[in-house]
């Protein structure tokens, strides 16, 4: 069995990583089953630091279809023909889309008019804002695979009411815990964080990607003075450039805020692993909160997996600065929830996956 793994952008090789894995441990016991690992973007791609794919413990990909355009309709146009090309010159029995990316909907187009399997990797989100560019590439990603997995019974419930047949439709679990377990034990602390004499347990990671929050320069100014009113702890922010450039404009500066360029993965784990508390937009991060069981305040209205809002110990503040103000002052009490892990969130899901593909196949 020949599988296709497609990689849109940075942080689907953390849910691809134990996938290929679990191929090479299939493969090894004597099972017919191999990967091609494509990234839509470049080998120059900056976001992909040199460590990467050595941190992940997972080869680097077989190809690059060097589709770098950021206008919509131009990157999907090129995907569409550098990954028809790919299939005609590396046949394959399978390919699988991760996540919501406009690669993942180009290429599960590209697969379905080849009459290629497509398999969905966290099939089932659900914002229910059709204005998310996300919102579309997930909806067409998942009428599109023949093989949905999902991360938890929330995802679920949201194919069961769009009439996807169950049949095709498999709870493995959250494929980044498996990375997060596998990784748990070769993190690595950063430099900066024993020069500034920051203690574990004893600091507010930071993160910020969105755009949304970025523009408005207003709002952006008031979140950080609401987060510096309200604990006395260090802040850890790892942020891009473009993202520390605009805060230095705005003039938003401490004491206690420390910027960070963006981290290596082993690098970002050990700063999530080690945080009091986490304020993130990402829910890849939320996500790792909730397994570790850290208090997190997630920037958004919506959880891409909800589980870590009901069960874990995530709360979603959006652009409330009044809901973050309230909930850094539980958390100033030492009242946060506890939280629990959600169901399947083990570390095995690599191998249900691969144990499920194995069996499609063979069907």
């Given at each position: 069995?020949?599988i296709?793994i497609i990689?849109g952008?940075?942080p ?5 990583a134990p996938?290929?894995?679990?191929i090479?441990?299939a ?8 990967a ?5 973007g470049s ?9 990467l794919f ?15 355009s950021?206008d ?15 299939l005609?010159e590396h046949?394959?029995?399978?390919v699988?889309?991760?996540d919501?990316?406009t690669?993942?909907m180009?290429?599960s187009i590209?697969a379905r008019?080849k009459?290629?399997?497509?398999a969905?990797?966290v ?5 229910f804002?059709?204005n ?8 067409i ?9 999902t ?5 679920n419930?949201n194919?069961?009411?769009?009439g996807?047949e169950?049949?095709h439709v498999?709870?493995v679990?959250?494929?980044l815990?498996?990375s ?6 070769r ?9 500034l004499g ?16 970025l ?6 100014k008031?979140?950080?003075?609401t ?10 922010a ?5 993202v520390q450039?605009?805060l230095e404009l ?7 805020l ?5 981290q290596?993965y ?6 999530t692993n080690?945080?009091y508390?986490?304020i993130t937009?990402s829910?890849?991060?939320a996500?790792?909160a909730?397994f570790?069981g ?9 959880a ?5 809002v009901h069960?874990?110990t995530?709360c979603?503040?959006g ?9 850094l002052?539980?958390?100033?009490r030492g009242?946060?929830?506890?939280g ?5 969130w083990?570390g095995?899901?690599?191998?249900r ?5 194995l069996?499609?196949?063979i069907?």
């Open positions: 069995m020949k296709s990689a952008a940075r689907n090789f953390m849910k691809i996938i290929m894995r679990a090479h441990a493969n090894k016991a004597g099972r017919n089953i191999s091609r690992l494509i990234y839509t080998d120059q791609d900056k976001s992909l630091e040199p460590t050595s941190d992940l413990d997972m080869p680097a990909p077989d190809t690059y279809l060097h589709i770098e950021t919509f309709f131009h990157r999907m146009a090129g995907i569409l023909v550098a990954f028809s090309r790919e005609e046949p394959t029995d399978l699988m889309v991760v919501d990316l690669p993942t180009a290429c590209v008019k009459n290629i399997k497509i969905h990797l099939a089932g989100i659900r914002s804002d059709m998310s560019p996300k919102e579309l590439n997930r909806m990603a998942d009428g599109l695979a023949d093989i949905l997995f991360a938890g019974m929330d995802a419930r194919l069961n009411h769009t996807t169950q049949t498999h709870f679990g959250n494929i815990i498996d997060l377990r596998h990784n748990h034990t993190l690595q602390c950063p430099e900066i964080i024993h020069s920051i203690k574990e347990k004893e600091f507010i990671l930071l993160t910020l990607n969105r755009r949304i929050l523009e408005d320069e207003l709002q952006l008031q979140l950080f003075q987060i510096l009113a309200h604990s006395d702890k260090p802040i850890i790892p942020l891009h450039r473009y450039d605009k705005l003039g938003i500066c401490s004491d206690r420390h910027l960070l360029p963006p290596p082993l690098a970002f784990c050990y700063l080690h945080a508390a986490i937009d829910g890849n991060v996500e790792e909730t570790l850290i208090p997190c305040m997630t920037l958004n209205d919506y891409e997996h909800p589980e870590t069960l874990g995530n979603l503040v652009n409330d600065l009044s809901l973050l103000a309230q909930h002052d539980i958390l100033n009242d946060w929830k506890k629990q892990l959600p169901e399947r083990d095995r899901t690599a191998e996956i691969i144990q499920t593909l069996e499609e196949h069907k």
